[in-house]
């Protein structure tokens, strides 16, 4: 499982490993083999002629790793592999080994308006960034700051000559190196995720021992592009590792947590699955949640929603059934009526896993719904299902003081930023600002299972469990993405997940088939609707 540990957590951790036999040596010789592996894997995609590496190296252990790397690079052969050294490391038998290698080593002090730096980024196909590591302070000041700005200005040169403009035809992307951070985009503060404003922007970032905070946080994450990792071969149970409950999703985690699937099964096995939403203003919302429910595998899917809104979309969706509502009409809007949850109650009892709040609205006709079945879910004393909480349903819970003490047990919340705020009395900045901790603290006291979405989703628990997701899809930040997950989230529920699995589990490959979605089509125009298919 790959851990979340904070700068201070990490060197506890390698100090650990140090102590018991995997010395500081092993794990920089381990870290500059990885990085450079991973190299020569991009590099391979390149016509022989066209493999140069240029290296940036800091003064510290993150510049080791670097120089580690260009040695293990410079053995493999098949590519021209140069060093930048920010300042001389006189004596340094890194330095030396990458030289006797075929590193060619050039030094910033020698180097008057950075004219070579700018040449050997220019020439190179791929940048590697190993300037400043996992405990760097800001701002960056002085050679380091220059330093950066030159290299972030030599990546982004287009050359001397204007470019020759077919505007007929679509703009062509820079033809930029690929640029691999080691550990952390330099100029990250790796506990906040707060950067400098001249840290070069990574397409990739390959991180060791643990995920750092800031690399999941923003500012800062937006620098890392694709997030790798390697344990440098530490093993999982030194203590300091152990311990620590924040982890990173690897697909291996979420797909251990799926339900089986058993070849004698029948659909009352894969879980039953309510979904009570839908106003005239959001009529698709329960759609979606019902496609995202079917698309991970539950066995029957229910949409209560009002009547005029189940005619409109049945004959689209034929493997839902129906559980019409009276309804509120209010000018050309239709609601839930109160009237409403003696129905809904009714139907509870046959359903292992409860979506409320898809496109349900807050009006208080549907208010006094919403809560007259909250009531019921918390007096229930038989079994009761799994209730995820989405959308309206959160924003009609944020208006009541000490909402938290009228959900029922095994409840989820699924908020987007804006939404969270409301809960928790905040503004979306201070939310994103301090996304891995406040979740940590909202579960514990809301004692519930909360999803904060946004990129790096968070899932928590009241343990102190929180996982986050590798993905950043700017594509699924589009109306009805959330009713999807929702769904998915119960459906994997009512097969038999717990809460928080279930969550994990959702939230997981709905980012993943977001990622699949823009191999097809393009990131701008994936649709909710689209998502399931990808699932």
Same mark, same amino acid.
């Given at each position: 499982m790959i851990k979340i540990l904070s700068v201070s957590q990490v060197r506890a951790v390698e100090a650990a490993a140090d102590a018991g036999g995997l010395t500081y040596a092993d794990m920089m010789d381990r870290a500059g083999r990885v990085i450079a592996l991973r190299v020569r894997e991009l590099l391979e995609r390149l016509p022989d002629a066209d493999r140069a590496?240029?290296?940036?190296?800091?003064?510290?252990?993150?510049?080791?790793?670097?120089?580690t790397a260009a040695k293990h690079l410079a053995q493999m052969g098949g590519a021209l592999i140069r060093?930048?050294? @920010?300042?001389?490391?006189? +004596?340094?038998?890194?330095?030396?080994?990458?030289?006797?290698?075929?590193?060619? %080593?050039?030094?910033?002090?020698?180097?008057?308006?950075?004219?070579?730096l700018t040449n050997?980024?220019?020439?190179?196909?791929?940048? %590697?960034?190993?300037?400043?590591?996992?405990?760097?302070? *800001? /701002?960056?000041?002085?050679?380091?700051?220059?330093?950066?700005?030159?290299?972030? =200005?030599?990546?982004?040169?287009?050359?001397e000559l204007p470019p020759l403009?077919? $505007?007929?035809?679509?703009?062509?992307?820079?033809?930029?190196?690929?640029?691999?951070?080691?550990?952390?985009?330099?100029?990250?503060?790796?506990?906040?995720?707060?950067?400098?404003?001249?840290?070069?922007?990574?397409?990739?970032?390959?991180?060791?021992?643990?995920?750092? /905070?800031?690399?999941?946080?923003?500012?800062?994450?937006?620098?890392? +592009?694709?997030?790798?990792?390697?344990?440098?071969?530490?093993?999982?149970?030194?203590?300091?590792l152990r311990a620590e409950k924040r982890f990173l999703v690897a697909g291996s985690d979420a797909q251990v947590q799926l339900p089986s699937r058993p070849a004698d099964a029948h659909k009352g096995t894969f879980g039953s699955v309510l979904i009570v939403g839908?106003?005239?203003?959001?009529?698709? =919302?329960?759609?979606?949640?019902?496609? +995202?429910?079917?698309?991970?595998?539950? !066995?029957?899917?229910?949409?209560?929603?009002?009547? $005029?809104?189940?005619?409109?979309?049945?004959?689209s969706m034929l493997e839902t059934t129906w559980l019409p509502l009276p309804a509120h009409t209010e000018g050309e809007n239709v609601m839930i009526d109160t009237a409403a949850s003696d129905i809904v109650i009714d139907h509870i009892k046959r359903a292992d896993a409860l979506v409320i709040g898809c496109g349900i !609205?807050?009006? /208080?006709?549907?208010?006094?719904?919403?809560?007259?079945?909250?009531?019921? *879910?918390?007096?229930?004393?038989?079994?009761?299902?799994?209730?995820? @909480?989405?959308?309206?349903?959160?924003?009609?819970?944020?208006?009541?003081?000490?909402?938290?003490?009228?959900?029922?047990?095994?409840?989820?919340?699924?908020?987007? /930023?804006?939404?969270?705020?409301?809960?928790?009395?905040?503004?979306?900045?201070?939310?994103?600002?301090?996304?891995?901790? @406040?979740? !940590?603290?909202?579960? =514990?006291?809301?004692?519930?299972?909360?999803?904060?979405k946004g990129a790096h989703t968070l899932i928590a628990e009241p343990t102190g469990r929180v996982a986050a997701l590798p993905h950043k899809v700017p594509a699924l930040a589009k109306a009805g993405t959330g009713d999807t997950l929702g769904g998915m989230i119960a459906g994997i529920a009512a097969a038999g997940a717990n809460p928080f699995d279930a969550a994990v589990c959702g939230a997981y490959f709905h980012a993943s088939a977001g990622m699949k979605a823009i191999q097809q089509i393009n990131p701008r125009s994936v649709l909710a609707s689209d998502l399931a298919h990808f699932v």
């Open positions: 590496v240029t290296i940036l190296v800091g003064g510290g252990s993150n510049g080791g790793d670097g120089l060093c930048y050294l @920010l300042q001389r490391r006189e +004596g340094d038998a890194l330095v030396e080994n990458a030289r006797k290698a075929g590193v060619s %080593i050039a030094y910033a002090e020698d180097d008057q308006r950075y004219r070579v050997m980024i220019a020439s190179a196909n791929i940048v %590697i960034d190993a300037l400043f590591g996992i405990g760097v302070k *800001l /701002p960056l000041r002085d050679d380091a700051a220059k330093l950066l700005r030159a290299a972030a =200005a030599a990546l982004d040169d287009q050359g403009i077919d $505007p007929a035809a679509p703009a062509r992307r820079s033809t930029r190196a690929y640029v691999l951070a080691v550990d952390c985009p330099s100029g990250l503060d790796c506990d906040t995720g707060e950067i400098d404003r001249f840290a070069i922007n990574a397409d990739e970032t390959v991180t060791f021992i643990g995920v750092k /905070p800031g690399l999941i946080t923003f500012p800062g994450a937006a620098a890392v +592009g694709e997030l790798r990792f390697s344990h440098l071969g530490i093993p999982a149970n030194v203590p300091e839908g106003s005239g203003h959001y009529m698709g =919302a329960p759609a979606l949640a019902a496609k +995202g429910a079917y698309a991970v595998g539950a !066995g029957l899917v229910t949409v209560a929603a009002p009547a $005029p809104i189940t005619t409109a979309l049945a004959p !609205g807050t009006h /208080p006709s549907t208010e006094g719904f919403f809560y007259t079945l909250l009531r019921h *879910l918390s007096a229930k004393q038989e079994a009761r299902p799994i209730v995820i @909480l989405d959308a309206d349903a959160l924003n009609m819970l944020s208006s009541r003081s000490e909402w938290w003490k009228l959900l029922p047990a095994n409840t989820m919340l699924t908020p987007h /930023p804006g939404e969270m705020a409301r809960l928790c009395g905040l503004s979306t900045m201070d939310v994103q600002r301090q996304r891995l901790a @406040l979740v !940590g603290e909202k579960s =514990a006291e809301w004692q519930c299972v909360v999803v904060l």
